[in-house]
């Protein structure tokens, strides 16, 4: 049985994801003073803005004066609010990624990917499934799983996004991993994301039966260093019968683990979303629902019964 978050931090947890949501443009970095500075005569308005590595960057809002300098300047109401309320939800026992990963999927989030489709996948999928249904996450690493981002079939990048993405994936230590689960990899290429085809292959970027986890994908928020990310996550279904599935495979290392984590989510969906596995179940690739037969047949797998 997992252990259950305080009812008073789920609620303070919801409306701060609420109040994240309303916002366009997270800012990435500390906020520290207000400029004015001249160029050819005019007036400008400047943040200067305190970024991981402790370089401090210059943020141009716009004339002094204008109404839109105030409107750009906003952004950065949200440092007066979030990092608090992060601590708090951390303590209460919500599961947040790593500060080392705020710089990758801030610049996710302020690029419009997951608006263009992108979804979240991977280990922090299921950990912030978990802070979305209330129950307690089993680690806190210090270091935390890497960033993995799905592309779906349909997505459509402009250049700033492609490039953003390019450079993640030609990037040797880059905490950001991008995965495409299309056989056609020209159409990708040429028409749609447009990124370098041997950087994709050494990265091992394609993966099979990757549209069970993009479509479907719901909203969820993400927590991460100081702040509340909106994302696109795979249903949480979808992500059950995954790792149950990677469990299975002769060759994880981490089978035990899997089904470990596969239990604690299943057990936190069933509570929370019923009828959500039952559903996930039947949308599951047709490899998969063989396999699980199988598994079922030969009593590797009893629970499958009901459930596949």
Not at 17 to 30: D, I, M, Q, S, V
Not at 187 to 193: A, G, T
């Amino acid at each position: 049985m997992p252990l259950l978050l305080a009812a008073d931090a789920l609620g303070l947890y919801r409306d701060a994801a609420a109040r994240a949501r309303t916002y366009l443009e997270l800012p990435f970095g500390k906020p520290g003073r207000v400029l004015k500075k001249s160029v050819y005569g005019e007036k400008f308005l400047y943040r200067e803005v305190c970024v991981l590595s402790g370089d401090t960057r210059l943020r141009k809002l716009g004339p002094a004066g204008s109404p839109l300098s105030e409107e750009a300047d906003a952004v950065f109401h949200a440092s007066g609010w979030m990092p608090a309320t992060v601590a708090h939800l951390r303590e209460a026992g919500f599961y947040t990624a790593a500060r080392q990963l705020e710089e990758p999927l801030v610049s996710c989030f302020n690029l419009g990917l997951f608006a263009a489709g992108a979804v979240l996948i991977g280990p922090l999928a299921r950990l912030y499934w978990l802070n979305e249904l209330g129950a307690r996450a089993s680690e806190h690493a210090v270091a935390g799983p890497d960033l993995d981002l799905a592309l779906p079939e349909q997505v459509t990048l402009d250049d700033a996004q492609a490039a953003f993405l390019g450079k993640a994936i030609r990037t040797r230590n880059s905490r950001l991993h991008v995965h495409f689960g299309m056989t056609d990899y020209s159409l990708y290429l040429k028409d749609r994301v447009r990124l370098p085809y041997e950087a994709l292959l050494k990265r091992h970027c394609f993966m099979h039966n990757l549209h069970y986890l993009t479509r479907a994908a719901r909203p969820a928020t993400a927590l991460v260093g100081d702040y509340l990310v909106p994302v696109r996550l795979p249903a949480p279904g979808r992500v059950y019968w995954q790792k149950l599935y990677w469990s299975r495979l002769p060759d994880n290392p981490r089978a035990e683990t899997e089904r470990h984590e596969a239990a604690q989510l299943g057990e936190a969906i069933q509570r929370v979303l019923p009828g959500e596995l039952e559903a996930a179940a039947r949308a599951m690739p047709a490899q998969w629902r063989r396999q699980f037969s199988a598994d079922a047949r030969s009593g590797a797998w009893a629970e499958l019964h009901t459930l596949a």
